[in-house]
């Protein structure tokens, strides 16, 4: 296993475009979170899934924002209309049953909205 | 308001000196981790601490969650270069499924 993948790296759009994300995590973990960090700051959580299910979305995530993960394996983050306050890094984590074990992240999409 | 402090934000010091860096917050957490950052990168995970008065050894980190399971520590011993990075803290809250990560503290170390 190579651990978390997302796709792309490096993302640039006009505002108001729509971009897609992906996140390949570890094919054994069940869980899969999606953060967002802007220069400076924390990752902040945005939502996250178990299996398929998505259990839970932060009031970070605007109508604007759509996440799926269908069939519990990859997952799509969504971002429509884009505006220059979305420009920051999208990561991506998973893991394996409760918190205790710790996240495996990806390397991140860093977006940046022109 | 930030759920969980940390301090200080930055902090540049010379190679081989010694250094600390806090976690604090007035929630309660069942568990609290500890990554590191590197630009362009994802964060890595460097421990978990889960017991109140916990103390978790790394090499030269050394990691301590408080007795209240409120804060931690991370104390670093004879810095090196290669520990220049972002460290983030990040906690549990007792009944939630996710993680509340620190603002982050930005560390370098100079030859």
């Known amino acids: 296993d190579t651990g978390v993948s997302q796709d792309p790296r490096h993302k640039i759009t006009k505002r108001g475009q729509n971009v897609t994300f992906r996140c390949d995590p570890i094919?054994?973990?069940?869980?899969l979170y999606w953060y967002r960090q802007t220069l400076g700051q924390g990752p902040e959580f945005l939502t996250y899934?178990?299996?398929?299910?998505?259990?839970?979305k932060s009031r970070l995530l605007s109508d604007r924002f759509s996440a799926e993960r269908p069939k519990g394996s990859f997952s799509t983050l969504e971002i429509q209309r884009t505006e220059q306050g979305d420009s920051a890094m999208y990561l991506c984590?998973?893991?394996?049953?409760?918190?205790?074990?710790?996240?495996?992240f990806g390397s991140g999409t860093r977006l940046t909205v022109v | 308001t930030q759920l969980l402090e940390q301090s200080p934000q930055f902090l540049s010091i010379q190679e081989g000196e010694n250094l600390t860096v806090y976690c604090n917050s007035s929630?309660?957490?069942?568990?609290l981790q500890w990554y590191r950052q590197e630009p362009g990168e994802g964060p890595v995970l460097l421990v978990t601490?889960?017991?109140?008065?916990e103390v978790k050894k790394l090499k030269r980190l050394t990691f301590q969650f408080g007795d209240a399971r409120k804060d931690s520590s991370l104390h670093i011993t004879a810095a090196q270069p290669g520990d220049t990075g972002l460290y983030l803290c990040?906690?549990?809250?007792?009944?939630?499924?996710?993680?509340?990560f620190g603002q982050g503290t930005r560390l370098t170390i100079n030859p």
């Open positions: 984590a998973s893991s394996l049953g409760d918190n205790f074990g710790g996240y495996t």
């Open positions: 601490v889960v017991t109140g008065g």
């Open positions: 990040a906690g549990a809250v007792q009944g939630a499924q996710k993680l509340v």
């Open positions: 094919s054994e973990h069940n869980r």
């Open positions: 899934f178990q299996n398929e299910a998505q259990l839970e």
């Open positions: 929630s309660v957490f069942s568990s």
